[in-house]
């Protein structure tokens, strides 16, 4: 009994064995438990022990017990690789591992490693106007015609056309080494996925070379051309945006005030170009531009910070909108006392300051609301107001120009001797 009861058991775990070897087969190769059912060995009771024969000899009636092995019994591994095997055979043979002498040569193609960039020449111009954010220059280059402009000095054609085209290549070297470093976070961004780098348009040592060459010639131009002074201005502005307001956007809001100040610096630029120094008039100028940012740029801010969150830029409308609110609106009621000082530094008559007052409140009563609504509509009507705003100022300030408006003194000289008419001298 005891032997039966052995021998039972051994044969039911190795019908288990099997099953779950059966099991894994089918969820490995992908065949059907039927058919890795089909393919298992059978296994019966006489695989499981050596059956006990008893032969009895009919001519002497001797009785003889032989212990007769039918089968050897495998260990559980050579159950494992048979079954796995036979599964194996089943399936249709793979080309790569086939038994039918049918294996292909299949050769990896290596994977390339650069890209050949193609482009037209005729494309070449609109690329640079991509890297150099044709618009943001074009506002930099009206500002510093706007310093030259009010400059008290004789306007000199040529030196201005001089400056401005300076300023022009400056300004283009500079946002196309920021466009550089700025890649990995613009291609994370609605508003600069499409960008010329973003897209591998031009490879970054040729946007590099680009900016290395326009940023130099104009430095020269300014220096050669112009004079030292606005030179050295024009450069600090690159330097400022490229190695200070650049690395700051991931780092710290105080970005947005070192932006500001890089935005401001253009108008000395013209100014120097046109008198050699900065009088009191050029540092008003700058601050005309250094205040209208806030709103400009704190309104636009507004309806991208989702886009400014993915690309991991720290600006007032995503890490404290309410400081954002806040700052805007509060230089825009600097505008108003800024525009008062223009007739106190002879920048301007006194007009100015009450030709620019209506534009000045229609601004602050944006901001206000900006301030206290605080969604996307009132950001949009802040940002396209100002975008109307410093042009028209710009011209409220050459109408006003004191220099356009002397004030005539007469002086009347009379002669010792009589008869003799006065002499009026018109200063």
Known sequence: MLRTLVKRTCWVACQNTQTNVIRCISGKTGISTQQAEAV????TEEHVDSSNKTVVDSETGTITRHNVSIHHVPNAKDRVETAIQSAVDHVTPCPIESKDDNKENIVAKETEKWTEQTWKLSELPSMYMQLSKSRLTGLVVISALGGYGMAPALFEPTT??????????????ANTINQYFEVPYDSQMARTRNRVLVRG???????????????????TTL????????????????????????????????NTWVGALVGALPPMIGWAACTGGLEPGAFLMAAYLYSWQFPHFNALSWNLRSDYSRGGYCMMA??????????????????????????????????FA????????????LGWRFYKKA?????????????????????????????????????????????????????
């Open 40 to 43: 298992k060995p059978k296994i």
């Open 160 to 173: 201005c056309a001089l400056m401005a085209l300076g300023t022009f290549m400056t300004s283009c070297s």
């Open 201 to 219: 348009l031009l490879s970054p040592l040729h946007a590099v070379g680009y900016a290395s060459v326009v940023g130099i010639a104009g430095v």
């Open 223 to 254: 220096a050669l051309c112009v004079n030292p002074l606005a030179a050295a201005i024009s450069a600090s502005t690159w330097g400022l945006y490229v190695m200070a307001y650049t690395p700051l956007k991931r780092v710290s809001i105080a």
């Open 318 to 351: 995503t890490t404290n909108p309410a400081l954002c609110r806040r700052v805007a609106l509060r230089h825009c009621i600097a505008m108003i006392g800024l525009c008062t000082l223009a007739p106190v530094f002879e920048l301007t008559t006194w007009t």
């Open 354 to 365: 009450i030709d620019s007052l209506p534009l000045n409140l229609f601004m602050t009563y």
């Open 375 to 427: 969604d996307s509509k009132s950001a949009k009507q802040l940002f396209r107001f100002t975008l109307l705003h410093l042009p028209l100022l710009m011209m409220l300030l050459l109408i006003s120009k004191k220099n356009l408006h002397p004030e005539k003194k007469t002086a009347t000289n009379t002669s010792a001797l009589p008869g003799v008419e006065s002499v009026v001298a018109v200063q």
